[in-house]
Nanobody
Framework: QVQLAETGGGLVQAGTSLRLSCAAS????????IGWFRQAPGKEREFVGA?????????EYADSVKGRFIISNDDANNTVYLQMNNLKPEDTAVYFC????????????????????WGQGTQVTVAS
């Protein structure tokens, strides 16, 4: 079982940046996927981005964050980061990271249902 813990959320002004961390503990596979999702009040959880680790693959992003958000990883510390730049009020949500074994198809990586383990979430609030 893999445990995930997100940190780094907070209240920021529009146009500023924030970096979220997702630390994984437990036994991870040699190839696995970390996805980032978010859920705003009254809305469904939506895909933000994902990275497949162990393959050297580039991350992919939802259109709504492409060009503003960047996913990176620190293999030594089993941590994946979500760098969020030029934040907008519509980015306000609880952000979750999630784990599944990989590799997976793109369609699978985009789906909430594909992930086996989830962090507790961290609140990001962007004030206008």
């Amino acid at each position: 079982q893999v445990q995930l813990a997100e940190t780094g959320g907070g209240l920021v002004q529009a146009g500023t940046s924030l970096r979220l961390s997702c630390a994984a503990s437990g036994r991870t596979f040699s190839i696995y996927v970390i996805g980032w999702f978010r859920q705003a009040p009254g809305k469904e959880r939506e895909f933000v981005g994902a990275i497949t680790l162990g393959l050297g693959s580039a991350a992919e992003y939802a259109d709504s964050v492409k060009g503003r958000f960047i996913i990176s990883n620190d293999d030594a510390n089993n941590t994946v980061y979500l760098q969020m730049n030029n934040l907008k009020p519509e980015d306000t949500a609880v952000y979750f990271c999630a784990y599944t074994t990989g590799p997976r198809s793109l369609r699978t990586r985009l789906s909430v249902k594909s992930y086996d383990s989830w962090g507790q979430g961290t609140q990001v609030t962007v004030a206008s």
